[in-house]
């Protein structure tokens, strides 16, 4: 059955007309976009036909993936036709590898980082005169907080969870104050004694510290420490509370935020959001809740109560 989303954006999308889908995270906009790809794309014409522009490695990889599986149905059904190719052109990727792959046997879709697609592009691997359809997929403290988390984690015991904070500004990097998510993971490894690992995920790292975090997580339970990029339409159903350190930026980013969790049909876990804020981030959560249209328990932690 579809989505209210998927209901009302097929028609639309089907007709030739261009379209902008706003609904919550989880609500099955990728899907939505994904069909209107494959009901345009020639699969008997060996060129880029569709382009998607994904904010982040990791969720490519995550539509790529999709995009796939779903391409790999008519083979399994025993259809004898050309098959379906997807090209991941994603940051840490091997350029020369696709270059090659575009100029032997060009893949009908391309699902690209804005840097991967700029450098194929600068380089005239890549051209976008074949492209009938693109898609744009959301382009794009203080000490005692520390032990405010602490406490909650040993009291909550989840299974799985992930820890947003957001990374400082350049002015406070060079006056030599360390990014959030390095305090928060570094006093979790001295001071966490629960059973789950503790694991770092953040634009700033290299690219195979990144695939191996993102694959750590999908493998087992843990405390995640990241910044908004995990916030960003990954599929983490495993996942049963999120916290966070900081106050995102905007409710749409806490929305973004807390759909991490619990995303159903895949989990039938029950999910826990906490928000740990001072007194005068209060409002800001107020603004969330009045726009969002829900409501915080308020708890008043025994350290600053």
Known sequence: MPTDVQRQSLPVLLS?????????????????????????????RLAVQALIIMPTRELGMQVAKVARMLAAEPAERGMTHRPF???????GGMLKRHKSWLKAEPPQMVVATVGSLCRMLEKQ???LDTVQVLIIDESCDKHEKLHVLLSLLERDAPKSAIIFVNEQSELSKRAGDPPSATRVIEFLKTSYIGHLDVLLLEEDMNFNARVNAFLEVRQRGCLLVATDIAGRGIDL?????????????????????????????FSGE????????T???????????????????????????
């Open 270 to 277: 029950i999910c826990c959001v906490t928000s740990i804020i």
């Open 16 to 44: 030739g007309r261009d379209c902008v889908l706003h609904a919550q995270t989880g609500s099955g906009k990728t899907l939505a976009y994904l069909l209107l790809v494959f009901s345009i794309v020639d699969v008997q």
């Open 85 to 91: 190719t997807v090209m991941a052109l994603l940051d």
């Open 125 to 127: 691997f890549l051209k």
């Open 279 to 305: 007194p005068q981030e209060q409002f800001v959560l107020q603004r969330f809740e009045n726009e969002l249209k829900f409501r915080c328990e308020v708890v008043h932690h025994p350290r600053n109560s």
């Open 237 to 265: 159903p495993e996942m049963t509370h999120i916290y966070n350190y900081d106050l995102p930026r905007t409710a749409t980013d806490y929305l973004h935020r807390a759909g991490r969790t619990a995303r159903r049909p």
